[in-house]
């Protein structure tokens, strides 16, 4: 079967630094994605990985190794708005989306 | 910035009543989703769309939940008869056939059955 783990919760100060770690097991791989979603709201996009390597965007970092079937987000410079849940979804061989239950990342102050 | 619109927002409902839900996709992305999702999992889709064609329904419960994008723009979910079960926040999402094809989310209809 398809599978995606990831810690169901994390806690973390505010400024700190956070790593939100991912593991697939997948039918094929077309690429890798994380969103960020607020309690109550929809999942807002943050970031796409389809190579190895690292990937920056702001205080967002995401992390690929495709041959350990392994990403991580990074959360730099943690804002008490950083809080939230963090939800990695694997793209398999058919195209479609593979969904993780998501990481609630609580930030204490 | 173009959004994903649905209503309604919020739905309340009786057990065995009908409800529904619109979704209008960002203007030009071809492919769309429903999904649904219960408090700490992640979404789970149960139709998707390519224009006004199906392309996967394979985990909608088909008794009772029925889709349709008649004219490849927006879409309408329903739910006939509605179940305790049901109550969960239902997602519309849209994207751009491409390489990353991108999910993006409408703000979702919170459904609660009673």
């Known amino acids: 079967g398809q599978n995606i783990d990831q810690p169901t919760e994390m806690t973390a100060t505010e400024g700190a630094i956070v790593q939100i770690n991912c593991t697939y097991q997948?039918?094929?791989?077309?690429?890798l994605f994380w969103y960020q979603q607020h309690a109550g709201e929809a999942p807002t996009f943050l970031s796409y990985?389809?190579l190895d390597g690292l990937e920056e965007k702001g205080r967002f970092s995401s992390f690929l190794s495709r041959s350990k079937g392994y990403s991580y987000l990074l959360l730099k410079e943690l804002q008490m708005k950083d809080s939230a849940s963090y939800l990695c979804?694997?793209?398999?061989?058919?195209?479609?989306?593979?969904w993780g239950a998501g990481t609630k990342l609580i930030i204490k102050p | 910035e173009a959004e994903v619109a649905q209503s309604p927002r919020y739905k309340i409902t009786e057990k065995s009543q009908a409800v529904a839900f619109w979704c209008d996709p960002i203007?030009?992305?071809?492919?769309l989703y429903w999904y649904r999702q219960i408090l700490g999992q992640g979404p789970e889709l149960l139709v998707q769309f390519q224009d006004e064609s199906v392309v996967d329904d394979s985990q909608l419960p088909k008794d009772r939940f029925s889709a349709e994008r008649l004219k490849g723009v927006d879409s309408t979910l329903k739910i006939q008869p509605a179940e305790l079960g049901d109550s969960a926040m239902y997602l519309c999402?849209?994207?751009?056939?491409?390489?990353?094809?991108?999910?993006?989310f409408g703000p979702g209809t919170r459904l609660t059955v009673l």
């Open positions: 997948t039918s094929g791989f077309n690429g």
């Open positions: 999402a849209s994207s751009l056939p491409g390489e990353a094809d991108t999910q993006y």
């Open positions: 990985n389809v």
């Open positions: 979804a694997v793209k398999d061989s058919n195209y479609q989306l593979i």
């Open positions: 203007s030009g992305h071809a492919t």
